[in-house]
């Protein structure tokens, strides 16, 4: 079974300014930039050696990412961690008495399947399973 760090996802309200202040802090640019329309967000990804930094900007005052930060501020809001088969570690999770934000995966930035656990089972720390697409 596989459970890694996969990244850890930053809400920020300037997604040009964050990138440019990670530009310079990792001496090098992102690797990739994606808009997932679904949940009106931009994200920017930075590797750091195995796991990467993931910036979300809020593309509409809707966006999960904008409500965050009207609640708590610009900061961390997730961890990720890479498994090799998100259904299965759903359904082991929920059989442990997890909650989960949606109860089924779905496509996510970076080539990725993408499910949340809620963060009231998890010790207040949003999770993210995520699962390559091949």
Do not use: W
């Not at 690797?31 to 994200?43: A, G």
């Amino acid at each position: 079974m596989s459970f890694s760090l996969e990244h850890i996802g930053i809400a920020v309200k300037d997604l040009e300014q964050s990138k440019k202040l990670f530009e310079t802090l990792f001496q090098t640019p992102p690797y990739k930039s994606e808009t997932v329309d679904s949940e009106k967000v931009t994200t920017v990804f930075f590797q750091t050696g195995q796991a990467k930094i993931e910036l979300l900007g809020a593309t509409s005052p809707e966006s999960v990412i904008q409500k965050f930060i009207e609640k708590k501020g610009e900061g961390i809001h997730h961890l990720a961690f890479e498994v090799d088969d998100i259904e299965r570690q759903i359904e082991r999770l929920k059989s442990a008495g997890f909650d989960f934000v949606a109860d089924q995966p779905k496509n996510g930035s970076d080539n990725k399947r993408i499910c949340f656990l809620h963060p009231r089972s998890t010790g207040v720390v949003l999770t993210e399973l995520c699962q390559s697409i091949l």
